[in-house]
DNA sequence: CTAAAACCTGACGCTGGCGTCAGGTGCAAG
DNA sequence: CTTGCACCTGACGCCAGCGTCAGGTTTTAG
């Protein structure tokens, strides 16, 4: 495949895939006119990355986990490096939770003031 | 008290504060000599705040919803905006779970090599 | 009264993940 | 052969939430 077909199976720019492609996030071959040709698998990949890309990894977090996800497994190494983004992640999530619940109290007084929250002005 | 026991208190930087002042998140009085000059409740609205950057919103968002926290109501026209982005909220919160499962794979494969992972090098 | 903290106002820098030109090439169709 | 779209490589722009330096003022400890 193409970039212009990567990018649109993927839902991304083909602005992003050169990106990735510099940031050592993913590989194309090159056609000897110098045009990207990628495998089929690149779209799956393609999600990946922007998956942890959504999840907050910095693209050299990205660099380092991919090859892992691909494998299934981690060098030894990594997996402190691994566990630690795992962790921010969890975090993020409550953070992310306690956020939405302040809103859900808004909302929802909103909807039906509470009794509690009757001080209008006579 | 003034911007360096609220910094210390809330847990973030003295240029923060003045930022959200820029942003009209934060108001201060200010003494003759010019200096800023909070309430206590300030530590727990710049702790909100951080909450509310923490879940994605935007400074401009933020300034719309803090009255409504404070409240603990919403003007009516403000529902639709709060119900949004409560909705991108939870959105992210599936995408970084998903992320997480992403990783605790690769992380509990590494830990102990599972069986159908054997295609080890002879 | 003085020295040192703490504070003030600009104003520029940074980081990341791209968007967006500009100016030139590859490739399939007719 | 040429047209025209998809592609190429730089390279600059952007945005947000501050960090950080510069150069001056206010407040407080002693």
Same mark, same amino acid.
Not at 44 to 56: C, D, E, K, N
Not at 108 to 119: I, K, M, V
């Given at each position: 495949?193409?970039?212009?077909?990567?990018?649109?199976? &993927?839902?991304?720019?083909?602005?992003?895939?050169?990106?990735? @492609?510099?940031? *050592?996030?993913?590989?194309?071959?090159?056609?000897? +006119? +110098?045009?990207? =040709?990628?495998?089929?698998?690149?779209? /799956? %990949?393609?999600?990946?990355?922007?998956?942890?890309?959504?999840? +907050?990894?910095?693209?050299?977090?990205? %660099?380092?986990?991919?090859?892992?996800? *691909?494998? +299934?497994?981690?060098?030894?190494?990594?997996? *402190? =490096?691994? @566990? &630690? @983004?795992?962790?921010?992640?969890?975090?993020?999530?409550?953070?992310?939770?306690?956020? %939405?619940?302040?809103? *859900?109290?808004?909302? /929802? #007084?909103? %909807? #039906?003031?509470?009794?509690?929250?009757? =001080?209008?002005?006579?």
């Amino acid at each position: 495949m193409r970039i212009g077909e990567v990018a649109r199976q &993927a839902g991304v720019s083909v602005r992003a895939l050169r990106y990735y @492609e510099e940031q *050592d996030l993913l590989q194309a071959q090159r056609s000897t +006119g +110098g045009q990207r =040709h990628y495998p089929e698998s690149a779209v /799956a %990949r393609v999600r990946l990355i922007q998956q942890l890309f959504a999840a +907050g990894l910095p693209s050299r977090s990205v %660099r380092l986990v991919l090859p892992c996800v *691909d494998s +299934g497994t981690a060098a030894p190494g990594l997996l *402190d =490096h691994l @566990e &630690a @983004e795992r962790a921010r992640i969890s975090e993020r999530i409550t953070d992310l939770a306690a956020a %939405r619940d302040r809103l *859900d109290t808004v909302i /929802a #007084n909103t %909807r #039906n003031p509470p009794p509690e929250c009757t =001080h209008d002005p006579k």
